[in-house]
């Protein structure tokens, strides 16, 4: 059982729009930043949003993040094919000291 | 460009110590805006965070591993390690080690390639 909270999966056509929710606590999204990474098939994940919604030089911003209150969420726009990916928020927990993970979403393109 | 590669046995049998090291170019692990962390992941499920250090040797454990982890550095050899004691099955994973960075809220954002462990006799 992971510490934040995310859905199993969310699904939508090309060109479309779809948001991933993460759901935390105040020990974790609360107080601190939030970090979203993007894992493609067979590879290591990469950070796709950082300190809740500032995006790395190189990734789209057809992605962007919020977060409010003890939630955070991704939002994906002009989907792709490509896009089709495994997706993860994390944070750090003050009260177990330690990172923590969401289970991760899984975006289908359809 | 900063680059981290996992190297160690594929291979641990029950009961044993699990040992990798992080080899990290393109940046000194010394340079103090960044902690070295270890996450790992079971196929087909989701990422776990092992643990962390500091280039001062400070490190931070996942309460549920703390038993049985220790994460190193070696600041000479541009190199972070993880120890994990006494493997089952369960511990059977990727392993990543990634850079939490200041300058990205801590957000990881350099990931080594990963390096698959199996726990088997």
């Known amino acids: 059982q992971s510490v934040l909270t995310q859905p199993p999966s969310v699904s939508a056509a090309p060109g479309q729009k779809v948001t991933i929710s993460c759901s935390g606590s105040s020990s974790n999204i609360g107080n601190n930043y939030v970090s979203w990474y993007q894992q493609l098939p067979g590879t290591a994940p990469k950070l796709l949003i950082y300190g809740n919604n500032k995006r790395p030089s190189g990734i789209p911003d057809r992605f962007s993040g919020s977060k409010s209150g003890t939630s955070a969420t991704l939002d994906i726009t002009g989907l792709q094919t490509g896009d089709e990916a495994d997706y993860y928020c994390?944070?750090?927990?003050?009260?177990?000291?330690?990172?923590?993970f969401g289970g991760g979403t899984k975006l289908t393109v359809l | 460009q900063v680059q981290l590669q996992e190297s160690g046995p594929g291979l641990v049998k029950p009961s044993q110590t699990l040992s990798l090291t992080c080899t990290v170019s393109g940046v000194s692990i010394s340079s103090g805006d960044s902690y070295w962390s270890w996450i790992r992941q079971p196929a087909g499920k989701g990422l776990e965070w092992i643990g962390r250090?500091?280039?001062?040797?400070?490190?931070t454990y996942n309460p549920s591993l703390k038993s049985r982890v220790t994460i190193s550095v070696d600041t000479s050899k541009n190199q972070f390690s993880l120890k994990l004691s006494s493997v089952t099955a369960a511990d059977t994973a990727v392993y990543y080690c990634?850079?939490?960075?200041?300058?990205?809220?801590?957000?990881?954002?350099?990931w080594g390639q990963g390096t698959t462990v199996t726990v088997s006799s």
């Open positions: 994390g944070t750090w927990d003050g009260s177990l000291t330690a990172g923590v």
């Open positions: 990634t850079r939490e960075s200041y300058f990205y809220s801590y957000g990881m954002d350099v």
């Open positions: 250090i500091y280039t001062s040797g400070s490190a």
